[in-house]
């Protein structure tokens, strides 16, 4: 079946290490999207690629990275820097830009300790 | 400045009554795109509908409805006989048809009680 596939589904990482989130879709979309959300936040926009080897800023990128080196695939890393990590992650994707709806994988919940 | 506005943060009914979530978007566009999502306690949000801002005819699938109403800035939804699997977090959200980001409110949380 189509979709996207984020992985892992629950993630725990100590204080100063970064951890990488994957987000893989087979549905040949050439937008993808990364969120965060937080309660009561709604949300937010980190990341967003509308082609392979490009991506732009959201509104909260700092203390992440992405790449975009294949189409399928978009993996979001959260690195040290990010001083309130511990939050859902959301990877989205949609066959054009904005216009087009929205495809969510089932999210990453991460966790610092 | 673009924003979602939905004041109401947790609603709670009981089964089988009808229920309306407030949606209130602030843009400067003409021309844009609004939609609500749905999620539900999986944690995936699903797509439910897209209405562009030239209709502002009124949608009606099945139980859910959706009345756009530009001189309100409003896109509320409504869900008639509720049933408990419509519990979830819903999200409107708006974007400008040119731009790659769209804006999400911060949802309301549906309660439908048995």
């Known amino acids: 079946d189509g979709g996207i596939t984020q992985s892992p589904k629950y993630l725990f990482r100590k204080e100063g290490q970064n951890v990488t989130l994957s987000c893989e879709q087979n549905?040949?979309?050439?937008?993808m999207y990364w969120y965060r959300q937080d309660p009561g936040q709604g949300l937010r926009l980190i990341y967003y690629s509308q082609i392979v080897n490009d991506f732009q800023k959201g509104d909260i990128a700092e203390g992440y990275s992405v790449s975009r080196e294949k189409k399928e695939s978009f993996p979001l890393t959260v690195t040290s820097a990010q001083k309130n990590p511990t939050a859902f992650y959301l990877c989205?994707?949609?066959?054009?830009?904005?216009?087009?709806?929205?495809?969510f994988g089932e999210g990453s919940r991460l966790t610092v300790l | 400045a673009q924003k979602v506005t939905q004041a109401q943060t947790e609603i709670s009914v009981v089964e089988k009554e009808d229920v309306t979530l407030d949606c209130v978007y602030e843009t400067r566009d003409t021309t844009y795109y609004l939609f609500w999502y749905k999620q539900p306690p999986s944690g995936e949000l699903v797509f439910l509908i897209r209405r562009n801002s030239f209709d502002e005819q009124n949608e009606i699938s099945g139980r859910y409805s959706w009345n756009f109403q530009k001189s309100t800035s409003s896109f509320n939804f409504t869900i008639t006989a509720s049933q408990v699997v419509d519990s979830a977090v819903y999200f409107c959200?708006?974007?400008?048809?040119?731009?790659?980001?769209?804006?999400f409110g911060k949802g309301t949380r549906l309660h439908i009680l048995p």
């Open positions: 549905l040949n979309h050439d937008a």
């Open positions: 989205a994707s949609s066959i054009w830009a904005a216009t087009g709806e929205l495809f």
């Open positions: 959200a708006l974007a400008p048809p040119w731009d790659d980001k769209i804006i």
